[in-house]
C-alpha cells in the first residue's frame, strides 16, 4: 500500500500556511492540498493495480497494464474499477466490491470520499488560480481534506487486504 505519511505531513505545512495567510493565499493553498490529496489518491490507484498485476500477470502483461495504467489521466472511482478489472477480472472485482460493500466498514466512506473529490479537482486541475472565481469560494481548507485524506487512506488498506485474502495482490 502506498504510505501516506508525507500526504499527511504536507497537509499539515499546507494547513499551517493556510491558517496564517491572508484570505487569496489562502485559498491557493487550500487548492494546493486539493490537488495533493487527488494525486496521491491516483498513485494509491495505482499501486494497488500494479500490486495485482505483479501477482496474478506475465511480464508482458504486466507492460501493457503499465500502460493502460500511464494512458490513464482521468480522476474517477470508474477509471479505477476498469483497470482493477483487466487485471483480476470483472467478475472477481464485483465479489470483493459486494463483499466490502456488504461488510467493510471503511471502503464506501472512501468511495463517496474520493466521489466528492472529481468535481472540485476537475474544476482546479484545469485551471489557474483566480480569487473570483465560483469554485476558489468553496475550496475545503486542508484540515478538511487531511481528515478525508485518512479516510481513504483507510479505505484502501480495507480493500488491500480484501485482495490479499483473495490472493489477488
Known sequence: ????????ESLELLERLYTDAPTKASLLHSKHALLELCGWIEEAQDAIVKGCAQKLLDDEEIEWI???IEDNHHFKVG???NLISLVIGLN??????????STGLKYLPMIA??????????????THFEEARPMSK????????????????EGFCELEEALRSNELI
Open 1 to 8: 500500500m502506498l504510505q501516506n505519511s508525507e500526504l499527511l
Open 66 to 68: 503499465a500502460q493502460k
Open 79 to 81: 477509471n479505477f474499477k
Open 92 to 101: 472477481k472485482y464485483k465479489e470483493v466490491h459486494s463483499n466490502l460493500s
Open 113 to 126: 470520499a474520493i466521489n466528492s473529490l472529481v468535481k472540485p479537482r476537475n474544476s482546479h486541475a484545469h
Open 138 to 153: 468553496t475550496l475545503q481548507s486542508p484540515s478538511v481534506l487531511r481528515q478525508e485524506a485518512l479516510k481513504i487512506y
